[in-house]
């Protein structure tokens, strides 16, 4: 007979194995679906909102930045309306830019004292030093050039300069002929090229739709690699239709500038001095002048390079890695300054990690489509993370050089020269720098101010060179969602919308045979990488279409005839 | 008179950069993918999609088009289907709003969206180590097992409201209110304001002969307006969405 005392038995032992099994747990988290206090849920911190002003490092546009901080601490950023360069606008990277701190793939540490050490020994052995910056013309920049004017055999290296360092005046453009550069994709200052696209006509002469040939107004499609062939054409006067847009001037010719017909057609048309015009650099101060000269990189002699830093803590122009190898030394040592793993640091011997926008104070040199020189700073919203190093200052104190105060040294300069006028972020208002202090200067850039010179009455028209030509490719490169450091919320843009090109992702069209999703191997001359198929319909057979990234440059720059094969 | 927020979005005007999903996932505390999320679990309240004229290379070309709530004015169909009375159109705006709090999860509300519009939270909401202090304090993050989509970023609106009202202006209808899409995009395609208010540009522009509106022959009165002077990407709007029927078509 069962009893009370059993009835009371058989509960307890039900309650307590229960509590062994997942059931009851699982229970309480979804009761608390219900209520917005489940510990799962990260609670965002409170606090005074106020606005910070700054500018951009994230690529050579340096837009304008307004950034909404809780406290001190960066939670949205958006752009500065009225600003003269930016208008306002921002780019994605830019407007997620203050996740880059967190971003889970960060360079973390680095062997400083290792590299310091090897450097040491490479240059008491009398090799030679260079350092290659990927973004010249920073006041870093010419803290190395200082540096390496005081080593001995120091060289100070950079990639090609677009324009040969001349600038583009977009807006003195009515037709504007584009070999495959994606001038609406990336190109320039955002908001300068969106303001300025109303007023000329586009004709993008590209094999790939392009986010910028599907914007233009005439899109010229052409086999791959047959862009140089239609340039040599439009130049001897064949495609009637497009020598007749081409009469409504002023013209700008965009394109690889190593082909000479892209140099031939501006001369043609009488873009340079109108729509391709010099530009005067921000001063620096007189005792910069004997600072070692700028050389590109492909003036390096091959073999001669004993230790090479490289400072790619502002992305800039990516060269090739098998380019650079070839001027290095045979016990060559190599240190990269970086935030992350995927650049030149998987060459180097030594990645010493760096700060992070919006981590770093830094200034950002003038855009390729600003005509007037400027001068403005990335302030820094957030401490840099303790184990990260100023590149600048690591090679100023290997070379013995102050440089400390380089940016205040710099500013001093450009208030002395008192040419032009500073835009104030906070009030959208301009003074003429003539009627600033060097110390209200200095304030107005670290509080978000951008200097912006005047247009130089003396200018030359510029002299465009060609450079030597390399053939054209048949793969074609789009902003990547993977490249370097970028906000871990750019997974909206690829994995969960496909609206951009995933690193290591290859468009093809479906009538080349392979399947969606298929993982397959891009091969060149220089290697293979494995990717992974995106079927679609717009890309031509023959052409191949995928995300940059420093691999894939390693890959498939130089390179010529690029294929897709099964792995 | 209530205002009656909408927006006009410009096709001819988007290059499909994306700053407005990113912008949007922001200023909302959207996570950024799950390792499982893919284009039909991911949480994107706004999406870019590439549409095409249906042609072959050469004669392809391509648009891209944001779409996101479309804040249905009439038989709204997601609060119709609701049976936790977990989404609610609010008469003083016309926003279609979303409580997480109310939601059970069952999806009816997804299944009866013409627009393919709102997204299931499939997995805890989870950011990198350290990215949690990015979150914006005006909205709470939503829990797993909820539904969520577009609402024209409310707390900008109760945030404008609070500025309006501090400033002694009339804050039933704040004037400097934009969702974080138009503010953040580049190439200004996205424009907002009341429709109701007829010297306003989006009430302007909604009139227009090259606007429409996606499925307008449900009647469900959107407050979305497209705009293009492009014959082929208006037929778009008779799609159940920007290009169905091409699931491998990239956005």
Not at chain 1, 226 to 243: F, K, P, Q, T, V
Request: aromatic content about 6%; proline content about 7%; hydrophobic content about 40%.
């Amino acid at each position: 007979m069962t009893t009370r005392r059993d009835l009371f038995k058989i509960a307890g032992g039900a309650a307590v194995g229960a509590l062994l099994t997942p059931a009851p747990w699982r229970m309480i988290t979804d009761g608390a679906l219900w209520s917005e206090n489940w510990p799962g849920i990260p609670r965002p911190a409170r606090g005074e909102i106020r606005a910070k002003f700054t500018n951009c490092t994230l690529c050579p546009a340096g837009c304008a930045m307004k950034a909404r901080c809780v406290g001190d601490q960066p939670i949205s950023i958006a752009g500065v309306a009225g600003h003269p360069l930016s208008h306002g606008a921002l780019c994605p990277y830019g407007i997620a830019g203050h996740h880059l701190p967190y971003h889970p793939e960060r360079l973390l540490s680095g062997a400083v004292e290792d590299a310091a050490a090897a450097i040491k020994k490479g240059i008491g052995e009398g090799g030679r030093i260079a350092v290659f910056d990927t973004r010249p013309g920073r006041t870093a920049s010419w803290t190395y050039r200082r540096a390496m004017a005081s080593l001995p055999g120091g060289l100070y290296l950079r990639p090609e300069a677009a324009l040969n360092g001349d600038a583009v005046d977009l807006s003195a453009a009515r037709t504007v002929l584009s070999f495959g550069v994606p001038l609406l994709d990336g190109w320039g200052t955002p908001g300068n090229v969106i303001q300025a696209r109303g007023n000329f006509r586009l004709i993008q002469v590209e094999a790939i739709e392009s986010r910028t040939a599907a914007m233009a107004d005439v899109w010229l499609p052409t086999n791959p690699g047959e862009e140089r062939a239609i340039a040599s054409l439009i130049l001897n006067g064949g495609m009637d239709h497009i020598a007749r847009e081409l009469e409504d001037g002023p013209v700008l010719v965009l394109g690889p500038e190593d082909w000479p017909e892209i140099v031939e057609l501006n001369r043609k048309y009488g873009a340079l001095g109108r729509t391709i015009v010099s530009r005067r650099d921000a001063p620096v101060p007189d005792t910069w002048k004997d600072a070692a000269p700028e050389m590109e990189w492909a003036d390096a002699a091959e073999g001669s390079i004993r230790v090479l830093l490289i400072d790619e803590t502002a992305p800039g122009a990516y060269v090739p890695w098998h380019s650079i190898e070839t001027r290095l030394s045979r016990d060559a040592v190599v240190v990269a300054f970086t935030a992350t793993r995927d650049g030149y640091a998987r060459h180097a011997q030594f990645a010493l990690a760096t700060a992070v926008f919006p981590e770093a104070l830094d200034d950002i040199p003038a855009a390729v489509d600003s005509p007037a020189g400027v001068f403005r700073l990335s302030t820094s919203m957030v401490p840099s993370a303790a184990w990260t190093i100023d590149p600048a200052m690591f090679i100023a104190q290997l070379a013995g050089i102050d440089a400390a105060s380089a940016l205040r040294d710099r500013a001093d300069a450009i208030c002395r020269s008192a040419r032009g006028n500073v835009f104030h972020y906070a009030d959208q208002k301009s003074t003429p720098m003539k009627a600033m202090k060097a110390d209200a200067f200095w304030k107005s850039l670290n509080e978000g101010a951008c200097w912006i010179d005047d247009l130089d009455p003396k200018a030359h028209a510029p002299q465009l060179v060609a450079r030597a030509a390399t053939r054209a490719s048949n793969v074609s490169l789009v902003e990547t969602c993977g490249a370097g450091l970028v906000s871990p919320l750019f997974s909206k843009l690829h994995e969960e919308s496909h609206v951009r090109l995933a690193r290591h992702e290859i468009a093809l069209n479906p009538a080349v045979g392979f399947c969606d999703g298929e993982r397959v191997a891009l091969q060149t001359d220089c290697g293979r990488i494995a990717m992974t198929v995106l079927l679609d319909p717009s890309i031509p057979p023959g052409s191949i279409q995928t995300a940059t990234g420093a691999d894939v440059l390693d890959l498939c720059g130089g390179a010529t005839g690029a294929k897709v094969v099964r792995i | 008179m209530n205002a009656r927020y909408g927006m006009t979005i410009d096709i001819d005007r988007c290059n499909g950069c994306g700053a407005c999903m990113v912008a949007c996932a922001v200023e909302n505390n959207i996570p950024p993918a799950h390792a499982g999320a893919n284009d039909r679990k991911g949480l994107t309240w706004i999406r870019v999609y590439k549409v095409d004229n249906g042609k072959e290379y050469p004669e392809r070309r391509s648009a891209f088009v944001p779409v996101l709530c479309q804040q249905c004015g009439n038989e709204t169909p997601c609060a119709h289907v609701c049976p936790q009375q977990a989404v609610d159109v609010d008469p003083k705006t016309g926003v279609v709003g979303q409580m997480p709090e109310r939601c059970l999860g069952c999806r009816y509300c997804m299944a009866a969206c013409p627009y393919h519009a709102r997204y299931f939270n499939w997995w805890d909401p989870a950011w990198p180590k350290g990215m949690e202090k990015t979150l914006n304090p005006s909205v709470a993050p939503r829990m797993r097992g909820v539904v969520e989509k577009c609402n024209f970023c409310h707390g900008r609106w109760h945030e404008a409201r609070e500025r309006a009202a501090a400033n002694g202006l009339a804050a039933s209808e704040p004037v400097d209110y934009v969702p974080a899409c138009v503010e953040a995009c580049p190439a200004g395609a996205i424009r907002f304001g009341n429709l109701n208010d007829s010297t306003s540009e989006v009430a302007h522009k909604s009139k227009e002969p090259d606007s429409f509106r996606l499925l307008e022959k449900l009647g469900t009165d959107p407050k979305i307006y497209y705009h293009s002077k492009r014959d082929w990407v208006k037929t778009i709007a008779e799609a159940p969405r920007p290009g169905a029927g091409k699931e491998n078509v990239r956005g």
